[in-house]
């Protein structure tokens, strides 16, 4: 099976960039997605095929790809963005959720 | 607008069984794959197993392949999760997602609000 590896905090001050990453050898071959958590929430889907937005999220959130590495770019920080973010990829039967990274914005 | 109400969740003891639903409205069900992803207390998330828009196909996770069986009835916009011979490592929050697109599976896109599992004695 795979893993997907992401660091378990990232923490930046309102109006920075955030960055939070995320490895693993299945993301040489296949797409990823990120899903944002709130407490008490249900995980919402940010971004899909590595880079693209769904309706309704803000401009703010990126994704890019290089590698076996897949980067969730939140462009200026809001309080509200404060969650935990999950990657994700999928192969065969193995789907595969990262650890988490709960990221601070304060 | 897509919704997924999840229901059954209740405690159960180690060893029980358990039937866990999801109604959903807002799509043409029978098209898109389903799948149920838990999430234990505090900690991350894990795909369980899914099923195809027919319910000809269906996947699992090692983790609880034979004890887990995903059903769906298309005439009633309802997706089923069995649960049997449950663990204390089952206590999970278990939700219900719709894949993002039909003729595939694990595109996980909306997560319904999840019904808790918790297996205690």
């Known amino acids: 099976s795979y893993d997907l590896t992401q660091p378990s905090s990232v923490s930046v001050s309102p109006g920075q960039t955030a960055r939070i990453t995320c490895s693993g050898d299945?993301?040489?071959?296949?797409?990823s997605r990120w899903f944002q958590q709130k407490p008490g929430q249900a995980p919402v889907l940010v971004i899909y095929?590595?880079?693209e937005r769904p309706s309704g999220i803000p401009e703010r959130f990126s994704g890019s790809s290089s590698g076996t590495t897949v980067t969730l770019t939140i462009s200026g920080a809001q309080v509200d963005d404060e969650a935990d973010y999950y990657c994700?990829?999928?192969?065969?039967?193995?789907?595969?959720f990262g650890g988490g990274t709960k990221l601070t914005v304060l | 607008e897509v919704q997924l109400l999840e229901s059954g969740g209740r405690l159960v003891q180690p060893g029980g069984s358990l039937r866990l639903s999801c109604t959903v409205s807002?799509?043409?069900?029978?098209?898109?794959?389903m799948s149920w992803v838990r999430q234990p207390p505090g900690k991350g998330l894990q795909w369980v197993s899914s099923?195809?828009?027919?319910?000809?196909?269906?996947y699992y996770a090692d983790s609880v392949k034979g004890r887990l069986t995903i059903s769906r009835d298309n005439s009633r916009n309802t997706l089923y999760l069995e649960l049997h011979s449950l663990r204390v490592e089952d206590t999970a929050l278990y939700y219900c997602?719709?894949?993002?697109?039909?003729?595939?599976?694990?595109?996980?896109?909306?997560w319904g609000q999840g019904t808790l599992v918790p297996v205690s004695s």
């Open positions: 997602v719709k894949d993002q697109k039909s003729g595939t599976y694990g595109a996980f896109e909306v």
């Open positions: 807002g799509f043409t069900f029978s098209d898109f794959s």
């Open positions: 099923i195809s828009g027919t319910g000809g196909a269906t």
């Open positions: 299945l993301l040489a071959k296949v797409y």
């Open positions: 095929k590595d880079s």
């Open positions: 994700y990829s999928a192969t065969d039967n193995n789907l595969v």
